[in-house]
């Protein structure tokens, strides 16, 4: 036996019973030292995630099972997000606050404002020069902004997702949105039933670190149409139209994978399974609806001035949704800020199509 | 070290119950990660010898973070962590199980280890990983294997 062993041996003999004593008094000594009131940033580096632009922790669109910040089960870390996403037709800014409660809840508020462009200009143009739309549609012919406020809370009910690794058994969670959205008017003109309403969702998150990398599944339940942003459900609103409505929230999936590639440094995709409720839909103009705006446009005979096409007019006046994806790549320099630079290919948002975008965040952790 | 090598013969010799107890929970086994870890995990390490420089660095960087660095000075005693260490990665990394240290658990029974103060020893794990040059991935291994132990010795 070399002394290593020999000291090896006997130190594994002495262990239990003499060393209690001294550890409870040094561990009070010292306690002070570890536990500076509820504050905690304990977690290793990026394992809080980053913030979706619903407010939640997670990666972009996706909120992950792990709770939002490095806070550990022994205290509380608050965080501060902005979002910015530059799509070719409208850009997306969301910034809010998270705030991580012993592991085991989170918090959330975030403001999402989208200025629109084009085709929403084009809807607001027409609804400016038809005879016969009075009254606000929610639409100008330029600068409209969509804004909702996003609170969360989610709650972690079992499961570790990093340290658990000999067991299949992940991180789960719970939580949901009450997403208000501030452009009641637009949203009548798009015909969504409602402007306010809440989602849940389950979160099961898992690192596998043999192959570094990060499964997250999400389940949304919601009757969200672009995650809220253009209101949740359908509603006939046109005058003379069928009267049909359809607001039932429906289970959504949604997955992100990540690789971590360093310590400090992931990259993967997501995707975010989409409803279509107001997918064919076309927009009401205070009663007015697709067909009847199309027949007054064609009452005015503007081909013939020449001067403008109404040929693309019923497109421009569908409303589309896809499926999101994105690829995104999340470095955290430090436990205090991490950015994320995303490509988000987003589809036919609404009345515009191809909304492909790169996709920038920063989160500060404190 | 003398004063406790004395005091653990007359433990050992008056106490035969709680040798046997102590007996029964030393030791370690290895862990078995989802999905398991490549068979060669040692190997990408470079073997033993450089998972003993993966220690020594590890004991340089947990010795220098002042949130765990005292309970160390208190309680461990570093050159035999490093030896003990180094036999313990060495089998959870796929190598022969030589291990002669307590269990994890035994080990850290009444330290009153917290969640930030484990985190702080895989932050410098990763530290140590980067100093000897050992690619993330392969590190992400030892990681793997070593998780296992996280509800044994995190008590807090
Ligand atoms: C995966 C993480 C860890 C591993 C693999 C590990 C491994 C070991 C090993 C092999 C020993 C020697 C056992 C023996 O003397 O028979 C030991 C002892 C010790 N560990 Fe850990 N440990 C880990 C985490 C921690 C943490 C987080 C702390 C405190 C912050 C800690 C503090 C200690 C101390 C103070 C001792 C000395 C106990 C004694 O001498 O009786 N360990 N550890």
Redesign the pocket.
Known sequence: MTSNEQG?AT??L??TGL?GAAILAAGLLFSSNAAAGFYNDGKVLLTGGVVTIDGAGGGGITPWATISGYGTRDGINGGLHYTYAYLPNYSLNSYGGTVGFYDRVELSYTRSTLPTGSTFDTVGLVADILPGVVGDTGIQPFNTTIEMDVFGAKVRLFGDAVYTSDSLIPQVAIGGFYKDNKNKELLHTLQAAKAKDWEAYVAITKVYFPISTLVSITGRYTAANQTGLTGFGYKDRTAGGDGGSDKKKELRLEVSIATLVAKNTAFGAEYAQHGDFLDGVGVNLNGLGTAGILSAVADLDLDSLGLVSTKNLEKALTQHEDDWYDLFFAYAPNKRISFVVAYAMLGNITLTPDQHGFYLSTHLTF | MKNKSVIATVLAAGLCSAAAMQSAM?G?SKTKPIPGIPSNSLELFGGKQVVHEWAVALFYY?MLDR??NW??R????PE??IF??T???TM?LGGPNE??????A???AD?N?NME??????EA?YNACERVNIHYWTCNQLIAA??P??DD??TR
């Open positions: 090896a130190a594994a002495v262990r060393r | 030393a370690e947990i949130r765990i309970m160390f208190e309680f461990g005693n035999r962590q003990l260490n036999q313990l990665e959870v291990y002669q240290g307590a269990s994890m035994a080990a850290h330290l280890i103060q484990f985190n702080a020893v895989v794990a070593l998780a132990f996280t010795i995190v």
